[in-house]
């Protein structure tokens, strides 16, 4: 297994995609620490027999925390704290997201002292760039620098972990992708979108009501408004 990546993935529900996305970081050789953010007691137990059979990591965040999902906040600090600790870089990768036999290798390959993150990039499963980099259908060769990543499937270098300390990301955002990455560049770290290092992506598979926001965009936009979800 390979020991420079502590490898995490945040998991709601949805355990069919969340389960092949686990097999594929394990068959890629990397272990992995799969964050349980307050799913059903049906997918806990799921991801349990997982552990115990692929010999994976699993935090349940409900039986350490008392906060409603999402904790991104508080797995992130908590991952970037053991990076710290054993001087590994930190990789997210999302739970609808389906990662190559090499992705994550490719990754590494990619740091440097000057790089924040590294980032691949999403396709459907018809190969076609897809949500959140639709705008990578222009670009054609790697190692272009972006101010705005997602976190489908993203490392974050170790020197900057060390650069920016996530206790101070605002405790009233949902997610930090957005804010992390444009930290980064402002730290004065690249930000590295690698085009041809591809990995399937089914967007939103944890938390389906999102979904609207291609469907239904005013319903959406209605529900982030007065139920106050989705806070960037």
């Not at 945040?10 to 992995?32: F, M, N, Y």
């Not at 059903?40 to 115990?52: H, V």
């Not at 409603?68 to 870089?89: D, F, K, M």
């Not at 979904?211 to 989705?230: A, E, S």
Request: glycine share 4%.
């Amino acid at each position: 297994m390979k020991s420079n990546l502590y490898v995490i993935m945040p998991v709601k529900d949805s355990i069919e995609t969340a389960e092949q996305a686990i097999r594929a970081i394990v068959s890629s050789g990397h272990t992995l620490t799969v964050f349980d953010d307050n799913s059903t007691a049906e997918t806990a137990a799921l991801l349990d027999q997982l552990a115990s059979e692929l010999k994976i990591g699993v935090v349940h965040v409900g039986q350490l925390i008392d906060h409603p999902s999402p904790n991104y906040r508080w797995v992130l600090i908590t991952a970037q704290r053991e990076c710290l600790e054993t001087n590994r870089h930190l990789v997210v990768v999302e739970s609808d997201v389906i990662v190559r036999p090499v992705t994550l290798d490719r990754l590494a390959a990619a740091v440097e002292p000057k790089v924040g993150m590294v980032a691949a990039v999403t396709h459907d499963a018809e190969g076609q760039v897809n949500f959140p980099y639709e705008y990578a259908k222009r670009i054609h060769a790697d190692g272009v620098c972006m101010k705005r990543f997602s976190f489908c499937c993203t490392l974050l270098t170790n020197t900057f972990l060390r650069a920016y300390d996530f206790e101070q990301l605002n405790p009233e955002k949902n997610w930090y992708d957005v804010h992390i990455s444009h930290m980064s560049v402002k730290l004065g770290f690249d930000n590295i979108l690698q085009v041809t290092n591809s990995v399937l992506h089914k967007p939103h598979s944890s938390r389906p009501w999102k979904q609207l926001k291609y469907t239904n965009p005013l319903l959406y936009y209605w529900r982030k408004l007065t139920q106050h979800k989705d806070k960037i």
